[in-house]
């Protein structure tokens, strides 16, 4: 079973100095010249970054405001947050202050309200800079769905908008709500609490995973399977290792050997590869002695187990690596981007970032190949791979 982080799921990235997630290395942004950094799109404007000051562009380049914040924040429904003097508050897109720059630190706005922090304490202001909860808490997250993780007294829970606690705040660890349920974690056992709070599948596993196509990994003695949102198991606990379900099929390991299963158990391609990753576009990355390829999900290998290392599909490619260098091909198997990198990152939105070491640079490039803008700085490293 795959363990994640609570509050963060993707691999972070240092581009010049600015912490990134991967996901958003390949997005809608300005192409535009002489910036440090220019980040993604957000509310119309894009977060630029020059001589160490921050500021924002629109899309076609023109800017709005000026490079002049220590850091800033993507707007998000319609103001930004921003940091002058270690201090933090928000502006709106003409570049007024808003929400007087005086805290220690905020989250972007979600569902209307935002995460604040003054003297160690955290609580939740609205977008007239009105605080409608009080800082009364150790640590806290935005709203998703109408509620928020908070801790208290080293315990943890949710509130709802108004500052009423709906997840009674007594566990050891909570975790984000998928599909309606969240893990919960309590003296060392863990279930799942609906909306409600209520504890719909009593802490009883050693471990347990979020839900994913309508069941959730569980962990005792050593050993993983599936229960359903009843709490009943339908997957018995018989594997060493599993992966959520993905395009109804879940990678599983047992005896050292992976392969994979469906919603019923029911073997559906063999457990016989050294690693196996979850189905992304209808094809999974495999690898048996060293190498790696792809199989479609009755079993067929569909690229041949060739390459030193690769990455799961998006949108139609995939980073493949040989000799150490790295490149893409297409769901045919075909080379469409040479191997000549030094490594890569995803598509997303029709872009994928490429690392060069011969030159120091790390940049995008389209389906194509073709070089479209600058992305790091001389010196760049990051490209962390799971």
């Not at 509620?147 to 705040?169: C, H, M, S, Y």
């Not at 209808?282 to 479609?296: D, P, R, T, W």
């Not at 990455?311 to 790295?326: A, I, Q």
């Not at 490594?343 to 940049?363: Q, Y």
Request: proline share 3%.
């Amino acid at each position: 079973m795959k363990h994640t982080l609570r509050h963060l799921s993707s691999a972070l990235l240092l581009t010049g100095g600015i912490l990134c997630s991967q996901n958003l290395w390949a997005c809608e942004r300005p192409e535009v010249y002489g910036y440090d950094y220019v980040d993604c799109l957000s509310d119309g404007l894009a977060k630029v970054k020059r001589d160490n000051k921050y500021g924002f562009i629109d899309k076609t380049g023109k800017v709005v405001i000026p490079p002049k914040y220590d850091w800033a924040y993507s707007f998000s429904e319609g103001l930004a947050g921003v940091m002058r003097n270690g201090r933090y508050g928000f502006i709106d897109k003409s570049g007024k202050v808003v929400i007087a720059i005086k805290y220690d630190e905020v989250d972007s706005f979600s569902e209307g309200l935002a995460n604040i922090e003054q003297n160690g304490k955290h609580g939740f202001i609205n977008q007239t800079g009105k605080v409608v909860i009080p800082l009364k808490y150790e640590a806290a997250q935005p709203f998703d769905g109408g509620l928020a993780w908070v801790r208290q007294n080293n315990k943890e829970g949710f509130i709802d908008k108004t500052g009423k606690v709906i997840v009674p705040i007594e566990f050891n660890s909570t975790w984000s709500f998928y599909e309606g349920l969240a893990r919960v974690e309590q003296n060392g056992k863990a279930g799942f609490v609906d909306k409600t709070g209520k504890v719909v599948i009593p802490l009883k596993y050693d471990s347990v995973s979020y839900f994913s196509e309508g069941l959730a990994e569980v962990e005792q003695n050593g050993k993983a399977g599936f229960v359903d949102k009843t709490g009943k198991v339908v997957i018995p606990l018989k594997y060493d290792y599993t992966e959520p379900f993905k395009e109804g099929l879940s990678s599983v390991k047992k005896n050292g050997k992976y392969g994979f299963i469906d919603k019923t158990g029911k073997t559906i391609i063999p457990l016989q590869y050294d690693s196996a990753e979850s189905f992304s576009e209808e094809l999974a990355l495999v690898s048996y002695n060293g190498k790696y390829g792809f199989v479609n999900k009755v079993g067929q290998v569909t690229i041949p187990l060739q390459y030193d290392a690769a990455s799961s599909f998006s949108e139609g490619l995939t980073g493949v690596m040989r000799n150490n260098k790295w490149g893409f091909i297409d769901k045919t198997g075909k080379v469409v981007i040479p191997l000549k990198y030094d490594d890569v990152t995803s598509f997303n939105n029709g872009t994928g970032g490429i690392l060069d070491l011969s030159t120091g640079e790390a940049f995008y490039i389209n389906r194509q190949g073709e070089r479209l803008y600058w992305l790091g700085e001389p010196g760049f490293s990051g490209f962390n791979r799971e």
